[in-house]
């Protein structure tokens, strides 16, 4: 993230377009999808600003942003937290994810430019290079600007607004800590970018469909068999998991 003229938080990603505001409330959604931020962290304005070497002012407008996105809740004593997730409400937004990204990726095929393709190859070789490492923080991080990146690309930021208040409730942060799942997903990531560069949009929305559904699969079945009970009871209906 580009802040005051310098790349912020390591993804080297010019964004200068963006006021200070949208950069500095890019960067900690960033960290709070990726677990840097975890659930119930208090969010400190100045050391923010410290840390990104701006104002105060726009870290204050980023954080509202953020909490009207449900990434933040607030209270006269704490201030700013990062909100918990709502493990029987993620099956619902399961599916709104799949509905709304699904969209964003036939959209950035059939508007992406050789020079996107090159900064979402690079993406997915430093997320691949993290994997293999074994450094899980880095590698969700990356995660994050590999789909924010990709998701730009679409043009459509109606749907990606929307799709970024869906992240916020979505456990991330816990799915992309389960074993070997960074490895498996650079792979997926991998069949992604080749459905992209070859132009097939409908094999690119299978894939992304594909892709949200593992993570999500893996984490019920990482969960203890009390903790599924209210996912299971929250939805009657047969998945499509």
């Known amino acids: 993230m580009v802040v005051a003229g310098q790349s912020v938080g390591g993804s080297g990603i010019d964004m200068e377009y963006r006021t200070k505001e949208e950069q500095v409330a890019d960067y900690l959604r960033e960290g709070i999808i990726s677990g840097r931020l975890p659930r119930g962290a208090r969010l400190k304005q100045t050391e923010i600003a410290q840390?990104?070497?701006?104002?105060?002012?726009?870290?204050?407008?980023?954080?509202?942003?953020?909490?009207?996105?449900?990434?933040?809740?607030?209270?006269?004593?704490?201030?700013?937290?990062?909100?918990?997730?709502?493990?029987?409400?993620?099956?619902?937004?399961l599916k709104l994810r799949i509905t709304l990204e699904t969209q964003l990726v036939e959209s950035a095929v059939r508007n992406i430019t050789a020079?996107?393709?090159?900064?979402?190859?690079?993406?997915?070789?430093?997320?691949?290079?993290?994997?293999?490492?074994?450094d899980s923080t880095a590698a969700?991080?990356?995660?994050?600007?590999?789909?924010?990146?990709?998701?730009?690309?679409?043009?459509?930021?109606?749907?990606?607004?929307?799709?970024?208040?869906?992240?916020?409730?979505?456990?991330?942060?816990?799915?992309?800590?389960?074993?070997?799942?960074?490895?498996?997903?650079?792979?997926?990531?991998?069949?992604l970018l080749k459905n992209v560069i070859e132009g097939d949009a409908a094999s690119a929305m299978l894939t992304m469909r594909q892709h949200i559904e593992t993570g999500w699969t893996e984490l019920r079945n990482s969960m203890p068999?009390?903790?599924?009970?209210?996912?299971?009871?929250?939805?009657?209906?047969?998945?499509?998991?």
Request: hydrophobic fraction near 40%.
């Open 140 to 191: 969700r991080g990356i995660n994050y600007r590999f789909h924010r990146r990709m998701y730009d690309f679409a043009r459509l930021p109606k749907t990606l607004h929307f799709v970024q208040v869906l992240w916020a409730q979505y456990p991330f942060d816990v799915i992309n800590r389960i074993g070997g799942r960074a490895l498996r997903a650079a792979r997926e990531h991998s069949e």
């Open 225 to 241: 068999a009390k903790a599924e009970d209210p996912v299971k009871s929250k939805s009657s209906e047969k998945e499509t998991l």
């Open 51 to 93: 840390e990104l070497k701006i104002s105060i002012t726009p870290v204050r407008e980023a954080l509202k942003l953020l909490e009207a996105e449900g990434y933040l809740a607030s209270d006269s004593y704490r201030g700013a937290t990062v909100a918990p997730f709502d493990v029987e409400a993620s099956t619902e937004i």
């Open 115 to 134: 020079e996107e393709i090159a900064e979402l190859r690079e993406l997915a070789r430093q997320f691949e290079e993290a994997a293999l490492a074994n």
